[in-house]
């Protein structure tokens, strides 16, 4: 019976080119769902959405966060989203391209969410983990850390760390790493 429908779809590709139309290109069903999840979207005031590699890639998008409150108020942060094609099932791959003197985001951009990880589960969107990013720079959490040395300092010395992220935003040293202007 597959042999039947793959013979259908063979002779609708060759009606359709006979006709001189291009083929339709199939998506996923992880394409479509994030097709969907792209269209629902409501992100909040701080944040957008754009496609650097144009709206036919939808698999590979970025998220820019402006927070206008706590420690990285005025701060703007990038993020880049790569879906698989096995999305909702997997979650998608996050990585933040701004350097960040942050707890919960390590110097080579990695984020330690835990929605991204453990608790990822179908249902969870793409909206579920905008909401997530947009937490950590609100809520930063020091107890689950990928940059030890950050949580250390905000669980002991909140107002150092304070002064820490404000001089990293500006585009300075914070104790060995550089840290480039993002404010």
């Known amino acids: 019976m597959i042999n039947l429908f793959k013979i259908k779809g063979q002779k609708k590709e060759e009606a359709a080119s006979a006709a001189g139309k291009a083929p339709v290109k199939k998506q996923s069903a992880g394409e479509l769902r994030l097709h969907k999840d792209i269209s629902e979207l409501n992100l909040p005031k701080t944040t957008s959405i754009s496609f650097p590699n144009g709206k036919d890639d939808l698999m590979n ?4 966060i402006r927070p206008d409150e706590g420690y990285y108020m005025g701060g703007t942060f990038v993020f880049t989203f790569q879906v698989s094609p096995s999305y909702p099932h997997e979650p998608p791959k996050v990585k933040c391209k701004t350097k960040v003197y942050h707890p919960n985001i390590d110097l080579e951009g990695n984020v330690c969410l835990n929605i991204l990880r453990e608790d990822w589960k179908p249902v969870l969107n793409i909206n579920t983990v905008i909401y997530g990013l947009n937490l950590l720079f609100t809520q930063p959490n020091d107890e689950d850390p990928l940059n030890h040395e950050a949580a250390v300092v905000l669980r002991d010395n909140p107002k ?7 001089r990293a935003m500006a585009g300075g040293y914070v104790g060995q790493h550089y840290f480039p202007r993002c404010a």
């Not at 998008?61 to 820019?64: A, R, Y």
């Open 61 to 64: 998008f970025e998220i820019i």
């Open 160 to 166: 150092m760390f304070e002064a820490n992220v404000k």
